[in-house]
């Protein structure tokens, strides 16, 4: 099985949690799967589920260099400096992280988030896209942060070739067997896609 799912902002990518916080099981009914990589309590979106172990390492492993893409909502006009920083590498604690693909873009026609962000007046707000390939806890918040422009709402929208699409937060769509194939054989560069789904 394998399921794209959109997280709402305040869920935790897990299904239990001693603290009585929200969970995926809120969601998402089916036993047996797993999130491949996490997506932090206080983002959004695109959150891969699945039940193939060997794909869900593939999918979350660094090292396999799957790009995760998002759009960062920054706080400030962020000026082309501080994106060529984004682009080329940011000096964190540990340590230089790899280039990215940053680019400016319009506000997106999102779903409004709940609750709103936290919004000071006379100062404007923009938003970036950025890929990554790195797996570092809470990376694009702390690279906008070190380049000077703190992120203010963070929504993933896509990890290698799945897209968030047209998903609102809190809903699923499954990827049958048939076409998980196909996108593993042709976009992702696996030779042998049925191991991956064993």
């Known amino acids: 099985m394998f399921i794209i799912f959109n997280k709402p902002y305040n869920v935790l990518s897990q299904f239990t949690d001693s603290e009585g916080r929200e969970t995926l099981a809120t969601y998402i009914k089916q036993k047996g799967i797993y999130a491949a990589g996490r997506l932090d309590r206080d983002s959004e979106g695109l959150l891969i589920l699945t039940s193939y172990g060997k794909l869900q390492h593939y999918i979350s492993q660094p090292r396999y260099k799957m790009a995760k893409t998002y759009w960062a909502q920054v706080e400030r006009e962020i000026t082309s400096d501080a994106i060529d920083y984004l682009r080329t590498g940011v ?42 390939t790195e797996g570092r806890n809470r990376q694009v918040r702390r690279m906008t942060a070190e380049a000077g422009f703190p992120t203010l709402r963070l ?34 560069g696996v030779h042998n896609p049925e191991k991956m789904l064993e």
């Open 91 to 132: 000096k964190l604690k540990d340590g230089t992280t790899a280039p990215a693909k940053v680019q400016l873009i319009d506000e997106p026609d999102i779903w409004p988030r709940n609750p709103p962000i936290r919004e000071r007046k006379n100062v404007p707000t923009s938003w970036i896209e950025i890929s990554i």
């Open 155 to 188: 929504i993933r929208v896509a990890i290698g070739p799945w897209q968030l699409g047209d998903l609102q937060p809190g809903q699923y769509q499954e990827i049958p067997r048939n076409e998980l194939l196909q996108t593993l054989s042709e976009q992702t």
